[in-house]
């Protein structure tokens, strides 16, 4: 099986439905299991940090771990940094067998930091029967120290492992997010997919072929205005994950730009946005 840890709505589940398989995913949020159920997914409703282990020995090919951003983003208080060498710290202790992480959170400022550590629970347990072939992992941007110290422990145990940031934008997605990714395989070289698109078209070169421009929300919503440049939005993509500030440095909305007319599917201006959430 792939075994999907705070697998939230559905976001990895349905990529991989797409491929034509299917996942397990862990989640407690009552709203985001119900979100699974009617995309017809897999989910057991539990604290990933409270789930034993052992149901998934011998049995999962692939893990993946999409651990809470809330104590690491720049839209909340990043207690997570202040956390960070105690999530260091569970992650060396898991690694070896030994569960500190009762000991460790009692010193915590945000206690769903330490959730960065629960994948490597299932990992030191999962690897005993040389499993899973694979791992990936998404986070933002500065949990990308961390996903480094996994991938240490991972290439000791007989994995290729890449780590590092890729942007949603580069590969079609209109929307500006920046994630730190861990990639890791036992059976082949682990590495990242070549970028598709750019923030400016690419033309074809002797290197290969070149990029299309990032798509924007106008467009991917079929709203055309290809032929001028129109409004661009842009949130998630600050350097911690979370919103970031608009291009001109003020707070505006999609509501400031539908009360100036930008937003009307049906009339001349329509907004490109290159990221929202």
């Known amino acids: 099986m792939i075994l999907d840890l705070f697998a939230g709505p559905g976001g990895w589940s349905h990529s991989l439905t797409v491929l034509g398989v299917r996942d397990v995913g862990l989640e ?19 604290d990933v940090a409270m789930y034993p282990v052992w ?50 959170l009692a010193s915590c400022q945000d206690e769903r930091s330490l959730l960065a550590a629960e994948p490597m629970r299932y990992l030191h347990a999962l690897n005993t029967v ?14 990308l120290p961390l996903w480094k110290q996994y991938a240490a422990i991972l290439r000791a145990w007989g994995f290729s492992v890449w780590t590092g940031i890729l942007n949603a934008a580069d590969y079609g997605v209109p929307q500006t997010r ?15 997919p070549a970028p598709t698109h750019a923030q400016a078209a690419e033309p074809e070169s002797l290197f290969g072929p070149g990029r299309a421009q990032w798509v924007s929300m106008a467009t991917a919503l079929g709203w055309g205005a290809t032929d001028r440049p129109v409004p661009t939005v842009c949130a998630g993509g600050g350097p911690g994950g979370g919103p970031e500030p608009f291009p001109s440095g003020s707070r505006k909305t999609l509501t400031d730009a539908r009360d100036r007319g930008h937003l009307d599917p049906t009339g001349s201006r329509e907004p490109a946005v290159a990221g929202v959430g």
């Open 28 to 46: 407690w949020d009552q709203w985001a299991c119900k979100t699974r159920a009617l995309a017809g997914q897999l989910t057991i409703r539990t």
């Open 55 to 104: 149901p998934f020995v011998g049995r999962t090919y692939g893990l993946i771990a999409s651990p809470p951003c809330q104590a690491w983003s720049m839209a909340g208080k990043r207690l997570g940094l202040l956390d960070q060498p105690l999530v260091h710290q569970a992650v060396a202790d898991l690694a070896q067998g030994r569960d500190t992480r009762e000991r460790l």
């Open 130 to 143: 040389d499993e899973p072939e694979w791992v990936v992992m998404e986070e933002v941007p500065d949990v």
């Open 178 to 192: 920046r994630r730190a990714i861990l990639l890791a395989s036992r059976v082949r070289t682990a590495e990242p």
